[in-house]
């Protein structure tokens, strides 16, 4: 049976010994403003501009305190990288797993609202799409039609979490 390490990012590979808790608890605010940066730019990358990770970040900051109280009563000396393996386990990775997530969630409601247009064949604007994919907007004034009020069914524009703009 074979050992396996779980790695993380930041001194990848780095053998060098944190001999005591004052050092790993220093070591490990240094990979928390990492992972945190890390994350951050990340969810900057996302085309839905109108969702709020602030949650996440809470969550995250409050895995990373928990973890910290267990440095208590770790065993040293430990390595940075069982360090940084240890952050990305058990903070880093079941945040980030909950934004991809959430992401893919996001962009199947909107493409299920898109097909929806599409195949009913509404003459709508460029800005239409824009708007619903971007911002989660149904805006009423893209459509091009004098019963586009009319056309929208409101339950499923609920159901898909969108918001209708008049």
């Known amino acids: 049976m074979r ?9 990848l590979g780095n053998q060098d010994l944190l001999q005591n808790i004052e050092e790993g608890k ?17 969810l900057l990358t996302i085309p839905f501009k109108d969702l709020n990770f602030d949650e996440l970040f809470k ?11 267990k440095l208590d009563s770790a065993t040293y000396p430990i390595t940075f990288e069982w360090l ?9 990775d079941p945040i980030f797993v909950q934004a991809i997530e959430r992401m893919t969630e996001v962009n199947q409601e ?3 609202f ?6 009913r064949q509404w003459n709508v604007t460029e800005q239409f799409w824009s708007y619903l994919q971007e911002y989660g907007e149904v805006r009423v004034t893209e459509i091009n039609s004098p019963y ?6 409101i339950d499923f524009v609920e159901k898909c979490h969108l918001k209708i703009v008049k």
Request: charged residues 30%.
């Open 59 to 69: 969550q995250f900051r409050n895995l990373f305190l928990k973890e910290l109280k």
């Open 26 to 42: 220093a070591f490990f605010g240094e990979i928390y403003y990492w992972y945190k940066s890390k994350l951050n730019e990340y």
């Open 148 to 153: 586009a009020e009319k056309l929208i069914p």
């Open 84 to 92: 940084d393996g240890q952050f990305k386990r058990v903070v880093y």
């Open 114 to 119: 898109m097909n929806y247009v599409k195949k």
């Open 110 to 112: 909107r493409s299920y």
């Open 3 to 11: 050992l396996i390490k779980y790695a993380g990012s930041f001194p």
